[in-house]
């Protein structure tokens, strides 16, 4: 049974009664005696149990896009991966002559302790 919403007219009340679709709208304030409207109000739900969001049963292609989904973005993390694993080149050094050598990073000599 539906809860409609009304206002009284006179008193200004505000109130809900539980009434048959069948039945006619209310026309008198039971309390003043004043002329009622029924009000508009928006209908209250709650939506329960599973089934009611897109995830709860995906259809076929929803489920096909999910997994292209899931491998693009295995994939773009390996080549992240691999990115990262290989070591930055540099540009070899330039002699003063002019010429190009590649030449190993100069370490300190080791020095002994007694």
Wanted: aromatic letters at 6%; glycine letters at 4%.
């Amino acid at each position: 049974m539906p809860t409609y919403e009304y206002e009284c007219l006179k008193c200004r009340r505000v109130f809900e009664i539980r009434q048959r679709i069948s039945e006619p709208a209310l026309t008198v304030c039971d309390v003043c005696g004043g002329e009622v409207r029924r009000l508009l109000s928006a209908a209250p739900f709650i939506l329960k149990g599973a089934g009611w969001y897109v995830t709860d049963y995906p259809s076929e292609s929803r489920k096909q896009a999910l997994q292209s989904e899931k491998s693009s973005e295995k994939s773009s993390d390996k080549t992240s991966d691999k990115a990262a694993d290989k070591p930055a080149e540099k540009p070899a050094a330039k002699a003063s002559d002019g010429t190009t050598s590649a030449s190993a990073p100069a370490t300190p000599p080791a020095t002994k302790s007694d």
